[in-house]
């Protein structure tokens, strides 16, 4: 069983649908979680960083965590035709000599049609 | 501008032949990281270093090796050893146990 567990889709949906993007996890010492949104060629780039359970928001974007499911969830309102890209998960903080590294899943690919 | 910055962009070698992937940060981060991306395989961990002159091998540090000589700079060799080279590499930094920011990578391409 691979840590870090992210659908790899591809998920295509109309302009201004609603997105939800999941990963799930195997190591319950995990301490903080993030979102990274990687355009074609170039380098991820960070969304969203949490370390608690419950929902984060930023904008159009809420990040959700659910500790005790080993569960992390990405949701994006009103998705605009940017919004294409590969969107990855990001876990960490499994302590001791672990700590500071991230496991990534797979990446999920979208793209939102006008 | 703070930031992370790779060069070369684009990079081809015949096999057998050693090539240096650079990275330097200006953002004060301590901890740096290689990693390769593969298409449909996410980011895998190659090698990481969380201080100067002190680096941990990642998930796939065979073929491979790094420096850590200055806080701002961490090269990466791809040695004739890796027998699969060609990959987009990314190199990340970040303060301890926080949130890693990524450069725009090098896609290195061996023939």
């Known amino acids: 069983q691979k840590e870090v567990e992210q659908d790899p889709g591809p998920l295509s949906v109309p302009e201004g649908a609603i997105v939800s993007l999941n990963c799930t996890y195997s190591n319950s010492a995990f301490q903080y979680f993030m979102w990274y949104r990687q355009y074609s060629r170039k380098g991820p780039e960070l969304l969203m960083y949490?370390?608690?359970?419950g929902n984060k928001e930023d904008g159009r974007f809420t990040a959700q965590v659910d500790k005790s499911s080993k569960y992390i969830s990405l949701f994006i309102r009103d998705s605009q035709p940017s919004d294409s890209a590969t969107y990855l998960c990001a876990i960490g903080g499994a302590g001791g000599t672990s700590y500071g590294k991230l496991t990534f899943g797979q990446g999920t690919i979208l793209t939102v049609h006008p | 501008d703070g930031g992370i910055t790779q060069s070369p962009k684009y990079l081809f070698r015949k096999e057998g032949q050693n090539v240096t992937l650079s990275c330097e940060q200006n953002l004060n981060h301590d901890a740096m990281y290689w990693y390769r991306q593969d298409p449909g395989q996410g980011l895998r961990l190659i090698y990481y270093?969380?201080?100067?002159?002190?680096?941990q091998k990642g998930d796939i540090a065979e073929g491979y090796s790094v420096s850590r000589e200055k806080k701002e700079s961490f090269p990466l060799t791809v040695t004739s050893a890796q027998k699969n080279p060609t990959a987009f590499y990314l190199c990340?930094?970040?303060?301890?146990?926080?949130?890693?920011?990524f450069g725009p990578g090098t896609r290195l391409t061996v023939t």
């Open positions: 949490t370390y608690s359970s």
């Open positions: 990340a930094s970040s303060s301890p146990g926080r949130e890693q920011y």
């Open positions: 270093s969380q201080i100067v002159n002190d680096f």
